[in-house]
Every structure is written in C-alpha cells, then in structure tokens.
C-alpha cells in the first residue's frame, strides 16, 4: 500500500497531478484545498504528498489521494467514515481547508458544511452528528487535547514547530500568531498555554 510519495510534477489537471517517482508515474487525485497549493507549481517541480490509498472488490482499481500533510489525510479518514460519503465523494466536497471544515463542524455550522459540493442539509447534519467532539486536532489545538512536550527553555519553539510541521502554516505566519499571542498575555509559562492563547484568536468571532 502506498502511503506517501515524493517525485517531480508531470502533469496538472482539474482535480489530479501525475508524479514521477521512481520511474513510475502515479495518478494522484487533490481534493480542491490541496489542489489549490499546486497553482503555482511548474512541470518539473518537486513535489511530495502523503497518499490515501483505495482498493475495494467493487473498485478493484486502485485511487491514490493525495494531502500536503499527514494530518489532513487524517481528518479525511474521519470524514469518510460518515454514512454515504466515500472516498470519492469526499475529494469532491473539500473545496476548503480541513481546518474550515472541522471548525464548522465543532460548531455545528451547518450554513458551512451545505457550501461543500455535494453535501446537502440531511448529510451536513449527518457530518456533524458523526463528527462533532472528534475534530479538536483538526480545528487547530483545544485545552481538553493533551499532548506532553519536552521541557524547552523558549516556550514559542515547540508551538512554532507543531504550527509549521503539523498545521501547516508558513513560518513567517507562525511567528506573527505566536508573537501576537504572547503580547496579548504576558503570563504564558507552558507551550500548551501558548497553544490555548493562539488557538482562541484564531476561533474569535471577526
């Protein structure tokens, strides 16, 4: 099974790209998110993904799905374990960030949910009864996620590592949120407080 790839960019269409990796060329289908961060990317490019992998009796060809991060093929396993929604559906109605969509979700944003291609009131509603306490990670970080951190003398480093390595963001992005963060609460002492800090901006209503 295959689970991640790294190659050059062959080919770019609608809703796919072709990688050459190892002499091979793999067809890999983008949900509309991932497929947008490929604009800007040539022929030739080096490009890596990790990879969704599926095979069934009744789909005996296999369909590589392909995400920017291991989180985000993450939160797309969760969201194809909701009833009636398949792989192949799924890819189609990502049309926006995981992190949108978990957001939503954690607030039963149903407006939100109907915006994604195929997915109407009865299924959006279905998402959020199936989905709903499971998507804290996805969202970003929540006070109820615990995870142990090694003791560091800069309290940023860490957070600034999982921002960049594991949500995604530009460094440059990270830093200002982490910078923002601590100049809004000069008590912060743990890098889950710091967390907690950057992840209530980010959820507060605009």
């Keep these: ?85 398949g792989p192949l559906k799924a890819v ?25 291609k195929g997915i109407g009131d009865r299924t959006a509603r279905k998402i959020i009864a199936t989905l709903e306490g499971k998507m804290d990670k996805f969202a970003l970080i929540r006070k109820s996620e615990k995870i142990e951190y090694p003791v560091v003398e800069d309290l940023s480093k860490k957070v600034l590592e999982v921002l960049v390595r594991q949500l995604g963001y530009r460094t440059k992005e990270a830093k200002q949120m982490i910078t923002d963060a601590m100049k809004r609460n000069t008590t912060l002492s743990t890098p889950e407080e710091l967390f907690e800090e950057v992840y209530r901006e980010e959820n507060a209503p605009t």
């Design 92 to 116: 189609k109605a990502l049309s926006i960030p995981a992190r949108d969509i978990a957001r939503a979700i954690e607030s039963k944003d149903v407006n939100t949910l109907k915006q994604l």
């Design 1 to 85: 099974m295959i689970g991640y790839l790294e190659g050059k960019l062959l080919k770019k269409e609608d809703d796919r790209i072709l990688i050459l990796a190892n002499q091979v060329g793999y067809e890999v289908l983008l949900p509309a998110f991932v497929m947008e961060t490929f604009r800007s990317k040539a022929m030739g490019d080096p490009v890596s993904l990790y990879i969704y992998y599926q095979q069934t009796e009744r789909q005996p060809k296999p369909i590589l799905i392909g995400f920017n991060l291991e989180v985000e093929k993450e939160f797309f396993q969760y969201f194809i374990s909701v009833e009636a929604i």
